[in-house]
């Protein structure tokens, strides 16, 4: 199916998704907040600016909703309009976050992905324990975390 709308009304819509401060990424800062943990908003000098950034403990945090970053849950699914263009823009969504992911290991930040599955739905774990085991990461020394819906915490995700 086309799109009905020209490229540039598309892109003025698609401007309007909010990225930053939405619902989960505030409801997760004001707790870890709550529990003594200072952090930096999207910092710009680091890869994928980072929606919370834990100098102190040399950590970031990525707030993904399962959709928008194609997490393999049953949140995650395409619409059945336009598949081809879902299907790119989901994929580029992936590949950006790997290439990130990566470079900021390289640089020697961990990061703990937090999956909106996680949070929301029919699998979610709740705030309270998507909370205790963001706060357990971040005084651990694992490099790399996902927090995801059911299954609650996986250590040692693979690098892509």
């Given at each position: 199916m086309t799109d009905t709308v020209s490229p540039e009304k598309r892109s003025q819509v698609m401007a309007l998704v909010g990225s930053k401060n939405?619902?989960?990424?505030?409801?997760?800062?004001?707790?870890l907040h709550a529990l003594?943990?200072?952090?930096?908003?999207?910092?710009?000098?680091?890869?994928g600016k980072p929606?919370?950034?834990?100098?102190?403990?040399?950590?970031?945090?990525?707030?993904?909703?399962?959709f928008w970053h194609g997490h393999s849950c049953p949140r995650c699914r395409m619409p059945s309009?336009?598949?081809?263009?879902?299907?790119?823009?989901?994929?580029?969504?992936m590949e950006?976050?790997?290439?990130?992911?990566?470079?900021?290991?390289?640089?020697?930040?961990?990061v703990l992905t937090i999956w909106?599955?996680?949070?929301?739905?029919?699998?979610?774990l709740g705030l309270s324990e998507v909370i205790a085991l963001a706060s357990k990461w971040l005084l651990s020394k694992e490099?790399?975390?996902?927090?995801?819906?059911?299954?609650?915490m996986v250590q040692n995700v693979a690098r892509d």
């Open positions: 939405t619902k989960p990424e505030l409801l997760i800062r004001k707790r003594g943990f200072r952090y930096r908003l999207h910092v710009k000098d680091l890869p929606d919370l950034v834990f100098p102190r403990y040399k950590s970031v945090i990525q707030i993904n909703g399962c309009s336009n598949t081809e263009y879902w299907n790119r823009k989901v994929a580029r969504n950006r976050d790997a290439a990130n992911r990566r470079l900021l290991l390289d640089e020697g930040w961990r909106e599955c996680a949070l929301t739905g029919k699998w979610k490099s790399i975390c996902e927090i995801k819906g059911e299954i609650g």
